[in-house]
């Protein structure tokens, strides 16, 4: 892997607060780089932080981050003066292409250690439970609002066992989170923030009652036990690639990840933080078993599959109808005018200019669907009803009002709003049909 190795001290006879600079630098690196560089180690100049005693001798801290460009690795010596005796600060860095760095980032990690010798994660890997909590609590913090912290506590915190732990977390991420993801040993006040920090303990009193973006946030590496709710981690308990990659870590090498990557393009996403993309690229092939389940379990995918929206829409528009039409199987399906609109929107045929591989899409589902848009009074399908009517047996038709020819087969959309609550209402509170009325009821 290509690297720049770079270094960040503070020299010569300026002020109190002044000398800090960029040292040992390559004649081949780009100004740019070392600009950025520059203003990241600033954040790191003393006040040192406050070093456990195992640390004291070495008052070093290791840290990564990236920007949209480069990764910054860093070791960061702090405990002495310059020759003007003001406190001083020695990073030696390496900075590598971020992509390259997402790709492989244990081959990047291990120059944190002297000798950049080969890590053994091994003993990292034995509990894949362990492993998959770890990764939903990282998930967490990643894809919260608020910027969040969680602190990794490690009893063992050499060198060593950093590299491999850190190293480990990179590899079983996606590429883009791959990106995102920083950590430290150590935090200050004025150090920049980063999304894990390695603490040897836990401190004497964790506030749990303080609102949850506020939260010391951990993680125990040793017990597995973390003060994320329950609540929280239920939300990535959806995501069935969590549980896959950390039951087989070994499986989820840089193949396995860039064909997510390669999925995603079809769905017209370069890249990706929401993971719920990434679940749907997972259970694509699988929709068949989902959709094997209760009535319940294909809400929860409708609903799902309508609160995606990626910029292509094709593929995710043919599951949309392959779901609708399996709970036509099940079930009589009742539309209020909410949900008949996002479906008309999701479906995107309120133009003329019907797209053709959602036809195609029809077809082989064996369907013919026709959405009115209560606008015009027109039903954009209309057009290509002998082209989808041939390929299949069953016809049956969405739409929020009485048809005069066509009649739905158990699906059925003629409700005023009052009445769809009314029906959802008359429902027993265990039939899954009343909660998906009540999301999509005007209130």
Not at 33 to 38: L, P
Not at 57 to 81: C, H, P, W
Not at 255 to 263: I, M, Q, V
Not at 298 to 308: A, G, R, Y
């Amino acid at each position: 892997m290509d690297y720049y190795k770079i270094g960040f001290t503070r020299l010569g006879g300026q002020g109190i607060k002044d000398g800090w600079q960029a040292v040992d630098i390559p004649p081949e690196i780009p100004p740019e780089i070392i600009s950025k560089y520059a203003a990241l180690q600033n954040a790191n100049t003393p006040p040192a932080p406050v070093f456990d005693v195992e640390d004291n001798d070495e008052k070093t801290v290791i840290e990564l981050q990236s920007d949209n460009r480069n990764t910054y690795l860093s070791r960061i010596k702090y405990g002495f003066a310059d020759e003007q005796g003001r406190p001083s600060m020695l990073a030696k860095s390496f900075i590598f292409d971020v992509k390259q760095f997402a790709e492989a980032p244990e081959e990047a990690i291990r120059y944190v250690l002297p000798e950049q010798e080969e890590l053994d994660n091994r003993p990292v890997f034995a509990d894949s439970d362990k492993i998959a909590l770890l990764l939903k609590c990282v998930y967490s913090v990643m894809t919260s609002r608020a910027k969040e912290t969680l602190h990794l506590v490690m009893p063992d915190k050499s060198q060593k066992a950093i590299a491999a732990t850190m190293s480990l977390i990179y590899s079983l991420l996606f590429l883009p989170f791959r990106r995102l993801l920083s950590f430290s040993t150590y935090e200050a006040e004025n150090f920049t923030p980063k999304t894990i920090i390695i603490d040897r303990r836990l401190p004497e009193f964790v506030n749990d009652s303080l609102p949850d973006d506020k939260r010391y946030k951990y993680f125990d590496l040793a017990t597995g036990e973390t003060n994320i709710s329950d609540l929280t981690l239920r939300k990535f308990s959806v995501y069935g690639f969590i549980d896959e990659i950390a039951e087989t870590p070994k499986m989820a090498n840089l193949n396995y990840f860039k064909s997510f990557e390669s999925d995603l393009r079809e769905y017209g996403c370069t890249e990706s933080t929401s993971l719920n993309l990434y679940k749907l690229v997972y259970e694509a092939e699988n929709i068949d078993r989902i959709l094997e389940g209760d009535i319940d379990d294909i809400l929860k995918k409708l609903n799902e599959l309508l609160s995606i929206n990626p910029p292509n829409r094709t593929l995710l528009d043919a599951q949309i109808l392959k779901v609708i039409f399996k709970l036509s199987e099940k079930t009589k399906f009742p539309l209020c005018d909410v949900l008949n609109d996002i479906l008309i929107r999701k479906l995107a045929l309120l133009s003329s200019e019907t797209d053709n591989d959602l036809l195609k899409a029809l077809c082989d589902f064996g369907t013919y669907t026709s959405i009115r848009d209560k606008t015009s009074n027109v039903c954009p399908a209309d057009g290509v009803t002998s082209f989808v009517e041939g390929a299949g047996e069953m016809t049956f038709v969405i739409t929020t009002e009485q048809l005069s020819e066509q009649q739905p087969v158990e699906i059925t959309g003629d409700f005023t709003d009052g009445e769809y609550e009314e029906y959802g209402e008359e429902l027993p509170s265990s039939n899954p049909i009343k909660g998906f009325i009540k999301r999509f009821s005007r209130k």
